[in-house]
């Protein structure tokens, strides 16, 4: 059943397991002795393929019941693999798994698809050459990333200047395997998930953060203990329910077991700065990480906002969605400083404004700044939706279908798949 204008958004919702989570747990899991247990994972192509490459480097993976048993081997004891490890369309996967493969002494491939392979891995790599890995790049930037790791890496002291968890979470990863003491220090706070994980897990890591850096110190001195490990719904997944209900007038959700982690939920404030109706519900705190259930009972129209360039890394992934939202309230919004997006799946930001055009908001992109000049008044909508397989693309400009009198084409939906293969039965099971 198509949505469209005439629907709201309703019921008890559950979002899937949370992506970033879902990533971390099989990898750590896979450094743990002993067996592990991973609930509610997120079965996206993304994170089996983080599970497929585990495997390959060691790891016993299995599913029972609906639940992953994990049973890990030691840092520094990684498989060499029989063939090259393949991450699909998943940034964090090869990312973060290059950080693994670095300190160990083995030989590895990384690669993925094709937009994938048109994503900047310098990044990461050149943090990990420092330790002494040796790392061949395609034209020097791009994957397949092929890795010489080393055994005896050198323990480093880190800056990173640009915000980004994937670099952090590389880098503290090849420390796992690294003697000696390892320092980060960041500049711009980012998700922190490998973090809390690890403490999860009785690693020596020490946490220090104040309102401009944040220090991280590890030393592997204490093994990874297993887990048993309920995984939180995904606040990037749910930011497409939750927008949406906010967006739309006579709309009431309920969310339920959602992570609520304060790096995750920048979106959350922006929606009530403009006016979004949402309650927060039973804050928890689980494996280091916090969840909270969200109620949504939205009675009046969102009113337009502005974001600076400082509160976009918190929200980087919701910018989509987001955009949607101000497209169907009072006023002018202006997004500030989104030059991340245009590193993403696919330029996010000239793809954000060439739909919203195409199916009749007026938005202008100044430098890297998105103006979107809203109303209340339904969209003409009947846009062909270019979206170059960009999953958040795909998913928020269906949810444009609420606020439009036609309802815009998108043909090809499969990228969704990646990092949210429920969504078209969720959203069908919340619109009446």
């Known amino acids: 059943m198509p949505i469209n204008s005439k629907k709201k958004i309703q019921g008890i919702y ?3 397991g949370d992506k970033s989570i879902s990533h971390r747990s099989l990898i750590l899991t896979g450094q743990a002795v002993g067996k592990s247990e991973i609930t509610n994972l997120l079965e996206g192509e993304d994170v089996i393929n983080t599970l497929l490459v585990m495997r390959e480097l060691g790891a016993r993976i299995t599913k029972k019941n609906g639940k992953y048993i994990v049973f890990g081997i030691p840092p520094g004891a990684l498989f060499q693999p029989k063939k090259q490890l393949d991450f699909g369309n998943s940034g964090t996967g090869i990312r973060l798994l290059a950080g693994l ?17 048109k994503r900047p891995m310098r990044r990461v790599t050149d943090h990990l050459k420092r330790i002494g890995a040796s790392i061949e790049l395609k034209k020097n930037s791009f994957p397949p990333i092929k890795i010489k790791g080393v ?9 990173i200047k640009i915000p980004s968890a994937q670099i952090k979470s590389a880098i503290m990863l090849s420390a796992l395997n690294t003697n000696g003491i390892v320092k980060i220090k960041e500049f711009k706070s980012t998700r922190d998930h490998t973090e809390n994980m690890l403490k999860a897990m009785g ?6 953060e104040n309102s401009k850096y944040r220090f991280i110190e590890m030393k592997n001195d204490k093994d990874l203990k297993p887990i048993k490990l309920n995984v939180p719904g995904d606040p990037s997944s749910a930011a497409f329910f939750i927008t949406a209900a906010c967006l739309k007038p006579g709309s009431k959700l309920v969310v339920k077991n959602m992570l609520f982690n304060k790096t995750r939920i920048g979106f959350i404030k922006t929606l009530k700065k403009m006016g979004g109706n949402i309650q927060i519900l039973n804050k928890k705190k689980v494996n280091n990480e916090i ?3 969200l109620k949504i009972n939205q009675k009046t129209h969102l009113k337009s906002t502005i974001l600076k360039p400082e509160d976009v890394p918190l929200q980087v992934d919701e910018i989509p969605i987001l955009s949607i939202a101000a497209s169907y309230a009072k006023g002018t ?7 991340e997006l245009t590193v993403k799946e696919s330029n996010r930001l000239e793809l954000i404004h060439q739909n919203l055009k195409n199916m009749g908001v007026k938005s202008e992109i100044k430098e890297f700044d998105l103006y979107i000049h809203g109303d209340t008044d339904l969209k003409k909508g009947g846009a062909k939706i270019i979206h170059h397989h960009d999953h958040r693309i795909v998913m928020s400009f269906y949810i444009a279908n609420l606020i439009c009198e036609k309802s815009n084409k998108i043909d090809d939906k499969s990228s969704v798949k990646t990092s949210y293969p429920s969504f078209f039965k969720h959203i069908t099971h919340h619109t009446h």
């Open 291 to 293: 969840l909270a259930d």
């Open 14 to 16: 559950y979002p899937p």
């Open 101 to 117: 493969i670095s300190s160990n002494n083995i030989k590895a491939t990384l690669k993925g698809d094709k937009s994938l392979s």
């Open 203 to 208: 690693y020596n890591i020490k946490v220090k």
């Open 151 to 159: 055994g005896d890496a050198i323990p480093l002291n880190y800056d």
């Open 333 to 339: 919004s202006v997004f500030r400083g989104l030059k």
